[in-house]
Nanobody, 120 residues
Framework: QVQLVESGGGLVQAGGSLQLSCVAS????????MAWYRQAPGSQRELVAT???????DYTDSVKGRFTISRDSAKKTVWLQMSSLKPDDTGVYYC??????????????WGEGTQVTVSS
């Protein structure tokens, strides 16, 4: 089975930085798009950033210029570098990956999340 494990969350003051990591393990033939989502208390989960297999990133408007998504396919790892953090960035951050687990077998997997809290 495939697992995604996030790390790097924590408590930080507004204006600070954090780097989140997500490592995939298990029966993996290949990893396609990877992404980070977040969910604030009382809100729906929202897409924060995506990165294609080829390394092309995309961001939701609210984090453009502040967050950077990157990946290392050989290490089966995706990172989210977050800078100039704001209290509105508070939430549980989830890693998401579209993974090929066999011949013509693809599935989207989720991590369990890591808490990010930004104090004002």
């Amino acid at each position: 089975q495939v697992q995604l494990v996030e790390s790097g969350g924590g408590l930080v003051q507004a204006g600070g930085s954090l780097q989140l990591s997500c490592v995939a393990s298990g029966r993996i033939f290949g990893i396609n798009d990877m992404a980070w989502y977040r969910q604030a208390p009382g809100s729906q989960r929202e897409l924060v950033a995506t990165i294609t297999r080829g390394g092309s990133p995309d961001y939701t408007d609210s984090v453009k210029g502040r967050f950077t998504i990157s990946r290392d396919s050989a290490k089966k790892t995706v990172w989210l570098q977050m800078s100039s953090l704001k209290p509105d960035d508070t939430g549980v951050y989830y890693c998401n990956a579209d993974i090929s687990t066999g011949w013509q077998l693809r599935k989207v997997f989720w991590g369990e999340g890591t808490q990010v809290t930004v104090s004002s």
